[in-house]
């Protein structure tokens, strides 16, 4: 991602280039499931022989009537099995269902392959915080972004 500013105004450029490192998730990332700053909290998840190995949260955005997808997961050996359709799927009804304006979620720039995911699904970039992580997200190539869906009612 590069953001320029120009006399008119910023010119924003985001181009997908291989990442020398695959990301991971942290294993610990899992244990952030209810955290308490988030509102409105329902989680699904699949237990196999007494393991969690997938997992969907989402959370309410009360003044903006939209659904978070605060967290997504699936265990790398369960990947490429439509798990992660499922819950996002899952997510979806809730939004639906609650009649919420926005379907979305954060991921890192980074993330490649989640990336590749949630825009197969349909999400589209909604926004983008170059220095929510670090002050040097754009030079680490870390910038948060996110990806929604918007939903419309009849």
């Not at 659904?67 to 369960?78: N, T």
């Not at 870390?142 to 939903?151: A, D, K, N, P």
Request: charged share 25%; proline share 3%; hydrophobic share 40%.
């Amino acid at each position: 991602m590069e953001v320029k500013q120009t006399e008119d105004g910023f010119f924003v450029s985001m181009v997908s280039t291989p990442y020398r490192d695959p990301y991971h998730l942290p294993p610990d990332d899992i244990d952030k499931l209810f955290k308490s700053h988030l509102v409105n909290i329902m989680a699904w998840g699949i237990i196999e022989d007494g393991k969690l190995v997938a997992a969907v949260e989402t959370a309410v955005e009360e003044l903006s009537n939209r659904l978070r997808i605060s967290i997504i997961w699936v265990d790398e050996a369960y990947r490429r099995q439509g798990i992660g359709t499922a819950l996002l799927d899952i997510a979806m009804q809730r939004a639906l269902s609650e009649k919420r304006r926005v379907l979305m979620l954060e991921t890192q720039s980074y993330n490649s392959d989640a990336i590749a995911f949630y825009l197969r699904y349909g999400f589209t970039l909604i926004g983008f915080d170059s220095c929510a992580y670090h002050n040097d997200d754009l030079e680490r190539k870390e910038v948060r972004m996110e990806l929604g869906i918007i939903l419309e009612y009849s």
